[in-house]
T-cell receptor
Framework: GAVVSQHPSWVICKSGTSVKIECRSL??????MFWYRQFPKQSLMLMAT?????????EQGVEKDKFLINHASLTLSTLTVTSAHPEDSSFYIC??????????????????FGPGTRLTVT | AQSVTQLGSHVSVSEGALVLLRCNYS??????LFWYVQYPNQGLQLLLK??????LVKGINGFEAEFKKSETSFHLTKPSAHMSDAAEYFC?????????????FGTGTRLTIIP
């Protein structure tokens, strides 16, 4: 259980175009999803937190108009990189978390990570 | 606010030798602590977690970690390294109070296993 998928696993796009990355929780409902980016040989940096049905909360320094996040359902969140530029090339990883007020199989607060999406902007 | 510091960006050990990856944390509330492993071009896999129960935590693949409040540490160990342990390891901290559930990652430690 607790599987999170991302699509696509890798994408190459031209500068100025937009790219959408999907994050899905396959076997549980995720009220909260997180988006991270990771530059080569560096750690994960939280970009934003998205809650189902509400606006995402962005970390300081992350442009919300550039990185559009939509958490339309309890199993799907999307990250759209708008007008992508080469400096946006990175590894994007999402994670999903069950509502902490729910009990059951999954540990409260634990995040389950997707396999990541490598974005290359040429 | 919370943070973690991983001492040593690169660690090399011989196959069969002890693995010790260091992590110190800072947190204004009792923390939850995690160790993750990342293989190249892949997401993160949870190795183990501390959530205020037993201070010695056993995880997958023979790894374990001990929470030491007095030292604010959560070092990761494995008695005998295997070639398949070569990867990047991240320590992460989360506040245990509601509303403070963001994961903050350390800078990572790349573990190399010498045959």
């Amino acid at each position: 259980g607790a599987v999170v998928s991302q699509h696509p696993s890798w994408v190459i796009c031209k500068s100025g175009t937009s790219v959408k990355i999907e994050c899905r929780s396959l076997d549980f409902q995720a009220t909260t999803m997180f988006w991270y980016r990771q530059f080569p040989k560096q750690s994960l940096m939280l970009m934003a937190t998205s809650n189902e049905g509400s606006k995402a909360t962005y970390e300081q320094g992350v442009e919300k108009d550039k990185f559009l996040i939509n958490h339309a359902s309890l199993t799907l969140s999307t990250l759209t990189v708008t007008s992508a530029h080469p400096e946006d090339s990175s590894f994007y990883i999402c994670s999903a978390r069950v509502d902490p007020l729910r009990t059951g199989v999954f540990l409260t607060y634990e995040q389950y990570f997707g396999p990541g999406t490598r974005l290359t902007v040429t | 606010a919370q943070s973690v510091t991983q001492l040593g960006s690169h660690v090399s050990v011989s196959e069969g030798a002890l693995v010790l990856l260091r992590c110190n944390y800072s947190s204004s509330v009792p923390p939850y602590l995690f160790w993750y492993v990342q293989y190249p071009n892949q997401g993160l896999q949870l190795l183990l977690k501390y959530t205020s129960a037993a201070t010695l935590v056993k995880g997958i693949n023979g790894f374990e970690a001990e929470f030491k409040k007095s030292e604010t540490s959560f070092h990761l160990t494995k008695p005998s390294a295997h070639m398949s342990d070569a990867a990047e390891y991240f320590c992460a901290v989360m506040g245990s109070n509601f509303g403070n559930e963001k994961l903050t990652f350390g800078t990572g430690t790349r573990l190399t296993i010498i045959p």
